[in-house]
T-cell receptor, first 113, second 117 residues
């Protein structure tokens, strides 16, 4: 069985400060992990994905995430927040041999000026 | 060129009506999906098709019927609309995860906001 938990429903940061969005997962098999971003009234856009290559994954717009198997975590980080980063972020897990993608409940990121 | 497109973008209708949402992808993907996003932004898989065959049907009421005329299209027809059907519906596509042995990136359409009055 697969599951994903996003530990914070809301995160607020000041512009220029680091961003940390937390995600823990559970998967019976080798997982693929994704982070998607959804800006208001828009569709979902892929930020980055992990599919068993390098454990530190770099994505678009300066975001990166580290796959930690021992901690079953895939936290999303960015060194310096920008106002345009304000959005909803979804962590997603899927296992090989299945068509199911399990979405977390989302983290709303607010960036303060 | 839009990779995954949905029509219409907005749909406002009365309870009891029947409506359809269309989805098309031009990425050459084998697998397509329908998701429902509720007012709390929670995304839940409804259906998945691979090469025109239904592979996931997640306890969705049978008022919802997906149809895939070909690999590039997955339409969603909803009968007897209810207030609780109001949501944003997203179509997505990906390469065949099962054949590749690895879950691939899903590409999402812009969504269809359905409002049932």
């Amino acid at each position: 069985a697969q599951s994903v938990t996003q530990l914070d429903s809301h995160v607020s940061v000041s512009e220029g400060t680091p961003v940390l969005l937390r995600c823990n997962y559970s998967s019976s098999y080798s997982p693929s992990l994704f982070w998607y971003v959804q800006h208001p009234n828009k569709g979902l856009q892929l930020l980055l994905k992990y599919t068993s290559a390098a454990t530190l994954v770099k994505g678009i717009n300066g975001f990166e995430a580290e796959f930690k198997k021992s901690e079953t975590s895939f936290h999303l980080t960015k060194p310096s927040a920008h106002m345009s980063d304000a959005a909803e972020y979804f962590c997603v897990v899927s296992s090989s041999g299945t068509y199911k993608y399990i979405f977390g409940t989302g983290t709303r990121l607010k960036v303060l000026a | 060129d839009t990779a995954v497109s949905q029509t219409p973008k907005y749909l406002v209708t009365q309870m009891g009506n029947d409506k359809s949402i269309k989805c098309e992808q031009n990425l050459g993907h084998d697998t397509m999906y329908w998701y429902k996003q509720d007012s709390k932004k929670f995304l839940k898989i409804m259906f998945s098709y691979n090469n025109k065959e239904l592979i996931i049907n997640e306890t969705v009421p049978n008022r919802f019927s997906p149809k895939s005329p070909d690999k590039a299209h997955l339409n969603l027809h909803i009968n007897s609309l209810e207030l609780g059907d109001s949501a944003v519906y997203f179509c997505a596509s990906s390469q065949d995860a099962y054949a590749s042995g690895r879950a691939d990136t899903q590409y999402f359409g812009p969504g269809t906001r359905l409002t049932v009055l």
